[in-house]
């Protein structure tokens, strides 16, 4: 089976771990809020990623199943993928490490480019009816998003020029950039240095056999009187 087979499952985890962090991200932005309304929105939003990430789960299970257990499990999501794929720091949430108005400049662009991205799958799932409205629906909620994001910059920063607004959005997509091929990097660095680990494991095993055990036998021997530099 050719590697660009696996396109749609990497497309499809990838896309389900980004909406994980982004559920974690906004859960965490509700419970650090003094104002009611705003941890209300938080909240809302972070049920929205929330089953956002639950609807690509069951996409990548699906589509899972179509291959053979020993590729499908490479594709298995377990919650230390979010900080070894940058969506999440192991330093802090985003909400605790920006300020307030950085913090919305992010939500307000990443809804967008979440928007823009989710089109390109809508593409990839689109003959199925199903899985098509599904995709369809999450675009709609990161429109709302974004919406309510650029309502809080209206309402609470409305000197903020759109200059501004549009610089936000260039460094985030500079930063998507980065994360992407920094994870291709550590996919490409794996491969090469498979070979070398299998290797190196399979010396040991050479050398493990050249040892004669026997010389180990401590049995009916005073252990006392063992050289204290021995190391059995
Ligand atoms: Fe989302
Ligand atoms: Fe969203």
Redesign the pocket.
Known sequence: MKKDNYRFLDVIQETACA?FG?ALEMLAACKSSNKESLAYGYFE?SK??YF?TSTFLSLLSKAGRKYPAVIARKFRINANSLITKGYVSSEGYLIEKMPLKDFIAYVYT??LL?KQSFEKIFELVKKDEKDANQILKIMK??LR?HGMAEKYFLKYYPRLQPWQLKMYRIRETIKNKGRKFYDKNLKFLDQVLKPLYFFMAYLASRIILLIDINGFKREGINLMEIKPKSII
């Open positions: 909406e982004s939003h929205d990623e956002h990443n809804e979440a909620d990161e998003h």
